[in-house]
């Protein structure tokens, strides 16, 4: 346990590690926000979807 604190410490005295911890940070926050707006826009694009079909079928159907 002792060696693994060590080494712990040691990468966050170092710039590279202090510097990676940032961009993986940065990472997480930027995927979060795409999943977030991918999911948003998801459901609505789907609802934009289902209303226009419903609009296709009931407006352009053949008289009958």
């Known amino acids: 346990m002792k060696a693994f604190l060590t080494k712990v ?3 966050s ?3 590279d590690g202090v510097a990676l911890t940032e ?8 995927v979060g926000g795409v999943i977030t707006a991918v999911t948003a826009a998801g ?3 789907s ?3 289902e209303a226009w079909g419903n609009w296709w079928t009931t407006s352009l159907s053949p008289p009958a």
């Open 9 to 11: 410490r040691a990468f």
């Open 13 to 15: 005295r170092e710039e």
């Open 23 to 30: 961009y993986l940070i940065l990472l997480a926050l930027l």
């Open 43 to 45: 459901s609505n694009l």
């Open 47 to 49: 609802n934009a979807w």
